[in-house]
């Protein structure tokens, strides 16, 4: 994408209001993380937020990207739809669910924590994703057919 | 050419081409970031109800009803931050080709703009996640979870206004009927997509969006909306799940108490402010009468569950003891050590006729899990401040 040059750069009177207010309740929220984090923490908190913000820009989109451009090159125009949104729909189910299928907070003595079988879970709403998009497909490939002579 | 480079060339081939693609165009963004705006707004907003509730301010007090009006705001918490997480990944997506525009900035303005960028998404990604590792009871995070995800929830606020405020000429413009249907792509509005890029990509696209927000909801709002509960594939709790049907936070044994709460000689201590101490065994405690109320359960991790309690009313023990009306109670419980073996009940809430000092649930008699053999049991409070394994109330 090339740089717009019309309008970027240019601020009006709400940039320069959002940037008071925002800046304002922005350090106030950085004087209570220096405050009552503890010691050596803002740092490491610092490093989370600018880690997951690289994973997401450096790693994440970009192979969403190549994924997708991927799928565009296999499939053709009337199926790649159907499937990028249940990829796209799976990996948001796997990537939600991560926690709890590896149940890294489940704690022995407590069956309450984690209780269910979610793998099992994922599993019925990844077959159901698929089935949709079969849906969605047939249905497309329905309208779209060629009328009998 | 390597691999890596093949994959780069792609992408930025990718970032060209997006300009004439409506899903990357202001008014899809403006759409997602709109949504956003509001499910942050609701965010933050019950998050602060929770954090005031669990750090009382001299200009807040809880209220002590509706009852479950505590269930509705963190319900209403941990729900939109599930359904925001597909919001957030499809926003980022949708203007990722923007990151990658060149030159990077073209004055301060633009610079402080872009730079703000890195508070709001970091702090975005940054909620979400110890969010949800939160609720599945997940702690990676090398400090301390509620005070790093309150404090970075202003920062990132904050962040949000400031792109708000240099966002907002573009959001209209964006949404305005005009644009709606031939103008995408770049921040002027003057390119027309091509004849190969179908505007209804955009409706389909936040039909998928929708459909991932709507998907994570329904797989795990039943831990707290009761009709919902078959549905909740993914929920990290199950209200009916537990010991006595229902969910514990921490057990007797985590807390160390199962000994002491078995103790033939517990006895509840009313002290402070009063005419008249008062010591109770659980005898004396059943003597005074024990009355019901329907209270709901819930907790700082969304779920919560309606039970039927039966125990004595704190009112009548401040009554019996002598208390001053307007005073607040302290109450503490056998467990050591930890920030949630005490709480506060302010004056209204102490004298709230369905606050109790529960001895039963469902007709049963308190498992240790649940606090036998006496909790607090109150209306509109997070389930960590209905102390469990009460052994004193401390009139202040």
């Known amino acids: 994408m090339t740089a717009p040059t019309t309008e970027r750069g240019r601020y009006g009177p709400t940039f320069w209001i959002g940037l008071a207010v925002g800046g304002a309740v922005m350090a106030y929220g950085a004087r209570g993380i220096g405050a009552d984090l503890g010691s050596g923490n803002p740092a490491k908190l610092a490093t989370w937020v600018v880690g997951l913000d690289l994973l997401h820009d450096l790693v994440v989109a970009p192979a969403l990207v190549v994924v997708g451009l991927a799928v565009g090159v296999v499939l053709g125009p009337r199926v790649r739809g159907p499937i990028r949104a249940a990829m796209a729909l799976t990996g948001l189910v796997v990537l939600f669910s991560i926690p709890l299928i590896t149940a890294w907070g489940r704690r022995a003595g407590n069956s309450s924590t984690l209780p269910l079988n979610y793998a099992h879970s994922v599993a019925i709403i990844v077959t159901a994703i698929w089935l949709v998009a079969l849906g969605v497909f047939g249905a497309r490939a329905w309208r779209n057919r060629e009328p009998r002579r | ?396």
């Open chain 2, 1 to 396: 050419m390597s691999t890596a480079g093949t994959a780069l060339g792609q992408v930025a081939a990718w970032r060209d081409r997006s300009d004439a693609d409506p899903r990357h165009d202001e008014r899809t963004a403006a759409i997602l970031g709109i949504s956003l705006g509001v499910c942050f707004a609701i965010c933050f907003l019950t998050g602060l109800y929770s954090h005031l509730a669990q750090h009382p301010a001299s200009w807040f007090h809880l209220p002590a009803s509706p009852a479950g009006l505590y269930r509705l705001t963190q319900g209403l918490h941990v729900a939109t931050g599930i359904a925001t997480v597909p919001l957030l990944l499809a926003k980022l997506w949708a203007v990722f080709p923007r990151l990658l525009a060149w030159p990077v900035f073209v004055n301060v303005a633009h610079a402080v703009e872009r730079l703000a960028l890195l508070p709001l998404v970091g702090g975005a990604l940054f909620l979400l996640f110890s969010g949800v590792a939160n609720i599945d009871q997940w702690y990676p995070l090398p400090f301390f979870f509620p005070t790093a995800h309150y404090w970075m929830a202003w920062v990132t606020i904050g962040a949000l206004l400031v792109h708000l405020g240099a966002k907002l000429p573009t959001t209209r413009r964006a949404l305005a009927p005009a644009s709606a249907s031939a103008l995408v792509g770049t921040e002027g509005g003057t390119a027309r997509i091509e004849p190969d890029h179908d505007p209804a990509a955009r409706r389909r696209f936040l039909t998928a969006v929708g459909a991932g927000a709507g998907l994570l909801t329904l797989a795990t709002v039943g831990q707290t909306i009761a009709p919902l509960q078959r549905l909740a594939l993914l929920a990290p709790r199950h209200p009916d799940l537990g010991t006595q049907g229902f969910p514990v936070n921490k057990t007797a044994a985590e807390a160390g108490i199962v000994a002491a709460a078995q103790d033939p000689g517990y006895r509840l201590l009313v002290t402070g402010r009063v005419t008249t101490p008062l010591t109770l065994s659980l005898a004396d405690l059943r003597a005074i009468g024990l009355h019901e109320a329907n209270l709901p359960i819930a907790c700082v991790e969304g779920w919560s569950v309606t039970k039927r309690w039966r125990g004595v009313r704190i009112a009548d023990l401040l009554a019996r003891a002598g208390a001053q009306d307007g005073t607040g109670v302290f109450v503490t419980g056998l467990e050591q050590g930890g920030l949630y073996g005490q709480s506060i009940l302010n004056p209204d809430q102490a004298r709230s006729r369905d606050t109790l000092l529960a001895l039963e649930v469902d007709g049963d008699a308190l498992a240790l899990d649940h606090g036998f053999p006496l909790r607090l049991i109150a209306p509109d409070r997070p389930g960590v401040m209905q102390t469990k394994w009460v052994t004193g109330l401390e009139v202040r």
